[in-house]
């Protein structure tokens, strides 16, 4: 095992997070999307935590940075699902691009 | 032997995430997306960090794509179940494409010496998540108490609205 292979498969699921965030039509999917992404950095931070030459501290570190994130990730989960329910009772659909009430 | 473990969680992981942005059905996606999940607690596994593959099979398999389902179920998946992309999906793909070379170059080009993993036991990350991380950890805890309480405040249905 060598760093890079997670280093290599971070990089392409955070590129397929980009590319559904960018062409997905539904916030729903949207929201997927960046849940990828989140993994992507989490499969990062867990291959420098388990090469880490620096000892056992900076392998809590990272691990304690996954926690964190997964935590961040739960609550802004939360919160993106309450507006996307609003966003439907209110506007009755939730097609990123149909929402253009800002637009001039 | 975990090369071949690694490949097999690292095919699961990224053809949930090409289900998760190429399915036609919204459903798909989400079953999708709980494929990427359980190939990332094999990542985690591999990396040797036991409690995290735990804690993301709980958190990711469990409940966000429970959240996931349910959201789907409240806005009426059958109204939107085609037609999920939109029309400038060629130059998403294109910048996709360009950031993935471009992190693969970094990736090839800093070269990585370290060959030997290490594990980290349950008992010191706790150690470490309740002496150097408490405040954080704490800060953490109130962040979810108010994101939840703000989600349900947002859900919840005025009286004066439905009149």
Not at chain 2, 27 to 43: P, Q, R
Request: hydrophobic share 60%.
């Amino acid at each position: 095992m060598e760093l890079i292979y997670f280093q290599l498969l971070a990089a392409i699921l955070f590129c397929i997070g980009v590319y559904g965030v960018l062409a997905r039509r539904s916030a729903v999917l949207i929201l997927m999307s960046i849940e990828l992404m989140l993994n992507a950095v989490n499969i990062n931070l867990i291959g420098y935590a388990a090469f880490s030459s620096f000892g056992s501290a900076h392998r809590n570190l990272g691990q304690v940075l996954i926690i964190f994130i997964i935590t961040i990730a739960a609550a802004e989960l939360a919160l993106a699902m309450a507006i996307i329910l609003r966003l439907y009772r209110n506007k009755n659909n939730v097609n990123v691009d149909e929402l253009d009430i800002l637009k001039g | 032997m975990s090369v071949v473990f690694f490949t097999v969680a690292a095919i699961l992981v990224i053809s949930g995430g090409i289900g998760v942005v190429a399915a036609r059905n919204i459903v798909y996606a989400a079953l999708s997306l709980l494929i990427a999940m359980i190939g990332t607690a094999g990542i985690f596994l591999i990396g040797l960090a036991e409690f995290l593959a735990l804690v993301q099979l709980l958190i990711y398999g469990g409940a966000v794509v429970i959240v996931i389902l349910f959201s789907l179920m409240l806005t009426r998946i059958q109204d939107f179940e085609f037609l999920t992309t939109n029309k400038q999906w060629p130059i998403a793909l294109i910048v996709a494409m360009c950031l993935l070379g471009l992190l693969a170059i970094s990736v090839l080009v800093g070269d990585s010496t370290a060959t030997t993993m290490g594990s980290t036991d349950i008992s010191e990350l706790g150690l470490s998540l309740f002496s150097d991380w408490a405040i954080p950890f704490e800060l953490a805890s109130l962040v979810l108490l108010i994101a939840l309480i703000g989600a349900v405040v947002i859900v919840r249905r005025d009286n004066e609205e439905d009149k």
